[in-house]
């Protein structure tokens, strides 16, 4: 079975400072990749998807920027962090065969 | 496009009663559509899934819900609500123009009272 490994858990990070975000996943091969974020009292929202290396689609336009590298590997970044983009991110996975999504452990950030 | 509103933010009930959370789609498509439950401090966990096969759909803990295309409802219960149900439940669609991803709902604080 699939897993999925983000981190770090919690950061802690200035306004205005970078952000690189790791996710990797383990078990499957080509799947297809998101980032969510959930901000205090709201629901997800999808922010990226990859249905393959190199391959990025954004959802909503911000600061932050993804980028899939490798086929298990996606990196949710920023050059310059905002308040607003405080909030629990969810790296999530469609294994190559199958349809049921899957969802990591999440990182928990706090802009100051 | 597809959507789902979740008609309460936030539901209480005492424990032993029954649980019923609220959510209507909007969908061009026949929906494949899911309940995720989130236990404070932790990840994301599938409830039970629809996927047009049979409108009730049994999950795990005892929960099921029922597809209704009249009602464009995809309501979530219980029978008997345990103290350690009490958590946010999320319901979502499945959107085929953004590589499958999910559209989540904003979600249904439960809490469940001695």
């Known amino acids: 079975s699939q897993t999925i490994h983000q981190w770090p858990a919690t950061l802690v990070q200035p306004v205005g400072s970078p952000l690189s975000l790791e996710c990797t996943v383990e078990g499957t091969s080509n799947p297809n990749l998101y980032w969510y974020r959930q901000a205090a009292g709201r629901g997800l929202q999808l922010l990226f998807y990859?249905?393959?290396?190199?391959?990025i689609s954004s959802e909503v336009p911000q600061n932050l920027s993804a980028s899939r590298p490798q086929d298990r590997q996606f990196i949710l970044s920023s050059k310059k962090l905002l308040l607003s983009d405080s909030g629990f991110y969810l790296c999530a996975l469609i294994p190559g065969q199958g349809n049921e999504q899957f969802f990591g452990p999440g990182t928990r950030l706090t802009v100051l | 496009a597809q959507s789902v509103t979740q008609l309460d933010s936030h539901v209480s009930v005492s424990e032993g009663t029954p649980v019923l959370l609220r959510c209507n789609y909007s969908?061009?498509?026949?929906?494949?559509l899911f309940w995720y439950v989130q236990h404070p401090n932790k990840g994301l966990q599938l409830l039970l899934k629809y996927t047009s096969a049979a409108t009730l759909v049994k999950g795990i803990n005892g929960f099921e819900a029922e597809f209704k295309k009249s009602e464009t409802s995809f309501h979530l219960t219980k029978p008997s609500a345990h103290m350690s149900d009490a958590a946010e439940y999320f319901c979502?669609?499945?959107?085929?123009?953004?590589?499958?991803?999910?559209?989540f709902g904003k979600g249904t604080s439960l809490l469940v009272t001695p």
């Open positions: 969908s061009s498509y026949s929906p494949s």
């Open positions: 979502v669609v499945r959107v085929r123009n953004s590589g499958y991803a999910l559209n």
């Open positions: 990859s249905v393959g290396i190199g391959q």
